[in-house]
């Protein structure tokens, strides 16, 4: 846990941004003054320890600068340095507040700006492996609107991006409440939110999922209606709530660039000035920037080949500029405005001289160049493995550089949504099931064509199977395991009726975790004695140790279970 301002030390200056600007020295408030002034500390503050040029300064604080900026500017530096330093000498540079040739440089730590520490804990919120302590740990440090009451371009343009890094952090905190089985308290601190940000459909979408995942699907359907636009996102899950399912992020067997990766990831981990990604053509570019940020919170713009323009970017951590390359002069100067209103930018490009005057305000270059045999020949194994004998899926997966994630997600994504929900209860089936219980969990046989025409299933004698096993594991692992619960317990249903195997249908109320009355115990009852004997005695278990059981079938079952407990070595517990 990182440190809390009040206790650092006496001579520590402590920058706080994420509210009202403030400076802390030992606890204690540094009277900043003017907003003019604020507004200067504040961009200092979010380059500690960088050179922030006198350039940046005047575009950070004027639209269009006065005359007089720059002897403004000197001006703030000068009442600045008095409040840190006050035992300075005059007219000299200070230890804190630095002068050098371009600029100046504020020396504080990364721990003493707490927009720094946020962008830390954010990148981590971010991981798969992120836990609920981190969210709450950045959610935390937020004291009120980000520079609240500074003017200028970069002040604005931070208020934008730190109020949609909160946002996306309730989100994520509501998404990991979800899959620790808290729907109910996700819903309850969404609900609230969501009607403050009507039309912020990423908000409507998580509050959707936990309504569902808490029982409440009729609520969930609601609020799709209750708010503004309604994206294909929202529209697939308002869909799916029939059958109950969603996606999340798998291993994406990207191939190669372990050097790339790693420096393009620590340079967004905590995003600042400009990433220059660089390359001729067809060396992966893109491939790259997708590895990294794909379903980070980035604005993703690309530069058009016809025209030369770029889109104004939607609010957004960082703004991710692709095939620079084509960009003309309105192109090149909006990615200038955006620097100098410090926004975040990742520019990928091919070589290009006269990009210079965008290349030198770079905080880090990372250059493409071939890729090694080794990698070549894994992507070619990647082809062969993975494909399934498909010459499409396989030309897809060269031009993605073996990245199997996300050719097998663009072929999913290019299905129609009535569709993918059928084949996610298929892909929780397992390996080669039968026609028949395919048709069993998923009834009609014109779904059934279509995806054989789609080739996402092939039928071999009486069983089908995925085309290629990539795109069932995504549809499977993309479920939160409390949609997955749900579903695992339909198909158990379905498959009984359908006389399907005892052994799949045992295996499915056990995935699921099934409440053992009802249809189950009457089913189990009737086929305890087809059940392999390990299996039998796990559901047993399963069964007796419910509450819910009716007496007669608790002293059914528990006979049952002592008998084949009896009859050889029992099985470990599952």
């Known amino acids: 846990m990182l440190r809390a301002e009040g206790v650092r030390g006496v001579g520590t200056l402590w920058a706080g941004l994420l509210g009202p600007v403030e400076a802390r020295r030992g606890g204690v408030a540094l009277p900043l003054g003017s907003a003019g002034r604020q507004a200067v500390f504040a961009i200092l503050a979010m380059g500690a320890g960088q050179v922030v040029t006198r350039t940046r300064l005047v575009d ?71 836990d609920l302590a981190v969210v709450d740990e950045a959610l935390a440090l937020w004291r009120g609107e980000p520079l609240s009451g500074v003017p200028g371009p970069f002040a604005e343009g931070q208020r934008t991006r730190l109020t949609e890094t909160r946002l996306a952090l309730v989100e994520q905190r509501a998404r990991l409440l979800v899959d620790a089985d808290r729907a109910g308290d996700a819903a309850a601190e969404l609900t609230v ?73 620590a340079a967004t981990a905590r995003p600042a000035g400009l990433v220059w990604v660089e390359g001729a053509a067809g060396m992966g570019k893109s491939a790259l920037l997708r590895e990294v940020l794909e379903g980070a919170p980035v604005a993703w713009c690309a530069v058009s080949e016809r025209t030369g323009e770029v889109a104004e970017a939607q609010p957004a951590d960082l703004v991710v500029v692709d095939d620079a390359h084509w960009a003309g002069e309105n192109a090149i100067r909006r990615c200038l405005r955006w620097l100098a209103e410090g926004v975040p930018l990742v520019v990928a490009t091919r070589p290009r001289a006269d990009l210079a005057v965008l290349r030198e305000h770079a905080t880090r270059v990372i250059t493409l160049g071939p890729l090694a045999d080794a990698d070549i020949a894994t992507i070619a194994d990647a082809v062969v493995r993975e494909s399934g004998g498909s010459p499409g899926f396989a030309t897809a997966l060269v031009a993605a550089a073996g990245n199997v994630e996300q050719v097998a997600k663009a072929k999913i994504g290019s299905l129609p949504g009535v569709l993918v929900e059928r084949l996610r209860r298929v892909a929780l089936l397992g390996v080669d099931p039968t026609r028949a219980e395919v048709l069993a969990t998923a009834p009609g046989v014109e779904w059934l064509a279509d995806a054989l025409a789609a080739d996402v299933l092939r039928a071999s004698g009486d069983h089908v199977r995925f085309a290629q096993r990539s795109v069932q594991r995504i549809l499977v692992e993309g479920l939160p395991r409390a949609v997955r619960v749900v579903l695992h317990r339909e198909l158990a249903k379905d498959l009984a009726a359908a006389a399907a195997p005892a052994d799949l249908v045992a295996a499915h109320l056990l995935d699921g975790v099934a409440p053992m009355h009802g249809w189950a115990s009457d089913w189990l009852a009737d086929n305890v004695d087809a059940l392999t004997p390990d299996l039998a005695v796990r559901l047993l278990r399963h069964a007796v140790d419910q509450d819910s059981l009716s007496a007669h079938a608790r002293t059914a079952f528990t006979a049952a279970l002592v008998g084949l407990l009896l009859a050889g070595d029992p099985p470990p517990p599952s």
Request: no cysteine; proline share 4%; net charge positive.
């Open 60 to 130: 950070g604080l004027w639209e269009r600068p006065p005359a007089s900026a720059a002897r403004i500017i000197q001006t703030y530096i000068g009442d600045l340095r008095r409040v840190f330093e006050p035992d300075r000498v005059r007219w000299t540079s200070g230890h804190l507040l630095r002068t050098t040739e371009s600029g100046y440089v504020l020396d504080l730590s990364d721990d003493d700006v707490d927009v720094r520490v946020l962008d830390r804990l954010y990148a981590r919120a971010r991981t798969a492996s992120a």
């Open 193 to 265: 939110l969501t009607t403050r940000y009507p039309e912020r459909e990423s908000l409507r979408l998580v509050l959707m999922t936990a309504l569902a995942a808490s029982g409440r699907p009729a609520r969930a359907i609601e609020v799709f209606h209750e708010g503004g636009r309604t994206g294909d996102d929202l529209r697939a899950l308002h869909e799916r709530l029939l059958v109950g399912t969603q996606p999340a992020r798998v291993h994406s067997g990207y191939v190669g660039r372990t050097a790339e990766v790693a420096a393009l990831r």
